[in-house]
């Protein structure tokens, strides 16, 4: 089992930033690829960013040049820097893990974007 524990979320005017933090652990934890999705009210989830366990990443298009993964010493921890936010950043971000074929993922952190 792997657990997947995010925070860092909140309220945040547009244009400011916000950095969420994913730690993960569990004895069927491992290093492995990880990475962040979201999903807004009435969406459909949607990859964020991903890093892979050496480190390679991986932005969808909308927030490359604003945010960046990245992953702790220990590598059971990953970072998502969020800048120059924007209203429509505005949604549950999810952490995952994908061991081996199966992917596990957090409980969400909510990321409101409002003046």
């Known amino acids: 089992q792997v657990q997947l524990v995010e925070s860092g979320g909140g309220l945040v005017q547009p244009g400011g930033f916000l950095r969420l933090s994913c730690a993960a652990s569990g004895s069927g934890f491992s290093i492995s690829a990880m990475g962040w999705h979201r999903q807004a009210p009435g969406k459909e989830r949607e990859l964020v960013a991903a890093i892979t366990s050496g480190g390679i990443t991986h932005y969808a298009h909308s927030m490359k040049g604003r945010f960046t993964i990245s992953r702790g010493n220990a590598k059971n921890t990953v970072y998502l820097l969020m800048n120059s936010l924007k209203p429509e950043d505005t949604a549950v971000y999810y952490c995952?893990?994908?061991?081996?074929?199966?992917?596990?993922w957090g409980q969400g952190t909510q990321v409101t974007v409002s003046s």
């Open positions: 995952n893990s994908d061991q081996g074929n199966y992917r596990y």
